[in-house]
């Protein structure tokens, strides 16, 4: 069984950054795909970013050029670095480990972008 824990999210004004983190409890860390979701009221969860067990990372087109994705192995903590946000950005974000159908999910982090 896997816990993840996020954190890292608030608060921050247009063209800020944030950095969220997710730490995992358990074993088998390092051979999931790591991916972050996120979904705005009203709207889907959609995927953000992905990184692979082999370091492929993807990233949604809204995504690209400004987050980021990471993993710490040896910590069991993937990470999201994100620059130059948008209002657009605001949602709650979610850890995956394992896939959307099959994975686990962390609790979810709000980030709120807003002057």
């Known amino acids: 069984q896997v816990q993840l824990v996020e954190s890292g999210g608030g608060l921050v004004q247009p063209g800020g950054s944030l950095r969220l983190s997710c730490t995992a409890s358990g074993t088998g860390f390092s051979i999931y795909a790591k991916a972050w979701y996120r979904q705005a009221p009203g709207k889907q969860r959609e995927l953000v970013a992905q990184?692979?067990?082999?370091?492929?990372?993807t990233y949604a087109d809204s995504a690209k050029g400004r987050f980021t994705i990471s993993r710490d192995n040896a910590k069991n903590t993937v990470y999201l670095q994100m620059n130059s946000l948008k209002p657009e950005d605001t949602a709650v974000y979610y850890c995956n480990l394992g896939g959307a159908v099959h994975g686990y999910w962390g609790q979810g982090t709000q980030v709120t972008v807003s002057s």
């Open positions: 990184i692979t067990m082999g370091d492929t990372t």
